[in-house]
């Protein structure tokens, strides 16, 4: 039974015997995540003092080199979830290979991978707009005890065992699900510690915002131009809130708790578009689907499509379900 004012770490184990795979193993990669989310959110919270600290690509008064946040949060997360030697392997959008965790030992029994967006929408943070991190834990198809390969990582999305994403804004907060509704957690930062702030949160099944780069608006499919000229319409609730913060992790929290979708189409620009399969699109989708959304490409479902490599792109449409489905209608409507 979770109840609001809960910490985290009281919800992890409370919650841990509902999982259906009990070991603990996956409350310790949780556990793992929240930690370096504390200490990405440290540093991302200092962003602001560049002129006193220095910026990225400086030598500081220590004589350390300034990161951009975006490596520092790489970093972050590798060394933690490495050091604590409870994945089996881990992927992130900053790095061009999956890396192995000890995973030809075979004493090493441990059964997830993660995927990682360690720090999305970074192009913010120079104007203190919020970013996040998304993350996506599977458990492995290859025999434990042996090296990872690809096809522990190009699983589809309909295989998660957990998701969620840290949005740092206004306050941070992390988000996640384990298959069993989506939970989110706000960090108290006198304290540092993560309470559980929105219980069981849900997409409303309408809502009357969209969120899409417009300035891309000439080179959208038909089928996007016509969804938009629906939503800019004056009838019955319409014209619908145009919000677009460009940081999807806010972006989709904020469509989450008010209604609303974002759409990312492919474009005569980009012909997948921009967002990752497997690091933004997957754990979206999960959580959406978890919180009674829907996630698509404008025509199937993205927790179905077979990944064929580690940095594929898909076109993503993601929220409120009658809003996600009205606007497949109108791409199906231009084919
Ligand atoms: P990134 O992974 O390089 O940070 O890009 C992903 C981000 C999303 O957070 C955001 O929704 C989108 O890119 C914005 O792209 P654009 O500037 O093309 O609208
Ligand atoms: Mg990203």
Do not use: W
Not at 207 to 217: K, M, R, V
Not at 292 to 317: C, M, W, Y
């Amino acid at each position: 039974m979770s109840r609001k004012n809960q910490t985290l770490g009281e919800f992890i184990i409370e919650n841990q015997s509902s999982f259906k795979y009990t070991s603990g193993e996956l409350s310790r990669l949780i556990n793992s995540i929240r930690l370096a989310a504390k200490v990405v959110n440290h540093e991302v919270n200092k962003a602001g003092l560049v002129d006193i600290i220095g910026a990225a690509g400086d030598t500081n008064i220590q004589g350390e080199d300034q990161q951009k946040l975006d490596v520092y949060a790489n970093e972050k997360f590798i060394q933690t979830l490495t050091n604590r030697n409870i994945v089996c392997g881990i992927a992130s959008e900053e790095e061009d290979d999956f890396i192995s965790i000890n995973s030809q030992d075979e004493n090493n029994q441990n059964k997830y991978v993660v995927l990682i967006d360690p720090l999305d929408g970074s192009s913010n943070i120079d104007v203190n707009v919020s970013v996040g991190t998304i993350f996506s834990i599977y458990r492995r198809v290859t025999p434990v005890g042996t090296p990872v390969t690809i096809d522990d990582f190009l699983q589809k999305g309909n295989q998660q065992v957990a998701a969620g994403y840290v949005v740092y804004g206004t306050s941070t907060m992390l988000v996640y699900t384990t298959g069993d509704g989506v939970n989110g957690f706000t960090l108290n930062p006198a304290l540092g510690t993560l309470y559980l702030s929105h219980p069981n949160m849900q997409f409303p099944e309408d809502g009357n915002i969209y969120s899409i780069n417009e300035g891309n608006y000439n080179h959208f499919p038909q089928g996007v131009k016509d969804y938009l000229k629906y939503c800019q319409k004056e009838e019955d609730n319409r014209p619908y809130t145009s919000r677009y913060i460009g940081s999807l992790v806010s972006d989709f929290h904020r469509n989450m708790i008010k209604g609303g979708i974002y759409i990312y189409p492919k474009s005569s620009k980009n012909a997948a578009g921009k967002l990752r399969l497997l690091y933004e699109c997957n754990p979206m989708a999960y959580i959406a689907e978890q919180a009674n959304g829907k996630a698509s490409d404008g025509f199937t479902r993205i927790l179905d499509i077979e990944p064929t490599e580690l940095h594929q792109r898909v076109p993503f449409f993601c929220g409120s379900t009658n809003m996600v489905e009205k606007a497949e209608e109108f791409m199906q409507n231009a084919e």
